[in-house]
């Protein structure tokens, strides 16, 4: 676990730190998470580097086996980013329908207009939201970095087999604090 260099256009995707999401019963503190992407991207904003929030609003159409969430209404708030990410102008925000945020979006069409070939990705659930948008940046041919202590989910084994198995297979990984470090 140690992420070794930060291209000079590397930009931070945060992936759901939405009131619906931290709301939900995690493994880690949700507000930690939260706490550590806040500071991931006050340092990329301080460092002039794009800052990209990720939402998701919905799901995809199809038949599952288990349904997410609970079901039941949507809180109005649901898909409202929370307030400490500290939202700028520049930043760049993507609202999804399924679990990564590349596919259905334009996300990779605005990271490509900033010349971005890195990304630093954390949010929540590990496995879910956070490990799609990390393969498809992959997929893309984009650098991947995982902030490892600023990502959690709902269930234990499946955030330890993203975090020790996939992650490294896609990029590097390391603590928030390290990728800042890394910023200069």
């Known amino acids: 676990m ?8 590397t930009a931070l995707v945060l992936v ?6 931290t709301a939900l019963p995690t493994l880690h503190p949700a ?8 500071r991931l ?10 800052v990209v929030l990720v939402r998701v609003t919905g799901r995809a159409p199809g038949r599952t086996e288990v349904t997410l969430g609970g079901g039941g209404a949507t809180p109005a708030d649901w ?3 929370r307030p400490e990410l500290d ?13 990564g945020a590349f596919h259905g979006t334009d996300l990779d069409l605005q990271l490509r207009r900033r010349g971005v070939t890195q990304v630093v990705i954390g949010g929540i659930a590990t496995a879910f939201g956070v490990e799609s948008t990390a393969r498809a940046a992959h997929e893309h041919g ?43």
């Open 2 to 9: 140690t992420a070794t260099t930060l291209d000079p256009k």
């Open 16 to 21: 759901d730190l939405q009131k619906g999401i």
């Open 31 to 38: 507000d930690r998470i939260v706490e550590r992407g806040a």
């Open 41 to 50: 991207a006050a340092a990329f904003r301080a460092h002039g580097l794009p």
């Open 79 to 81: 898909a409202e980013l």
């Open 87 to 99: 939202r700028q102008d520049g930043d760049v925000v993507v609202t999804k329908h399924q679990w």
């Open 142 to 184: 984009y650098h991947v970095t995982v902030a490892v202590d600023a990502v959690t989910d709902m269930d234990e084994q499946a955030h330890l087999a993203a975090v020790e198995k996939v992650f490294p297979l896609l990029g590097e990984t390391d603590t928030a604090e390290a990728i800042i470090k890394l910023l200069g």
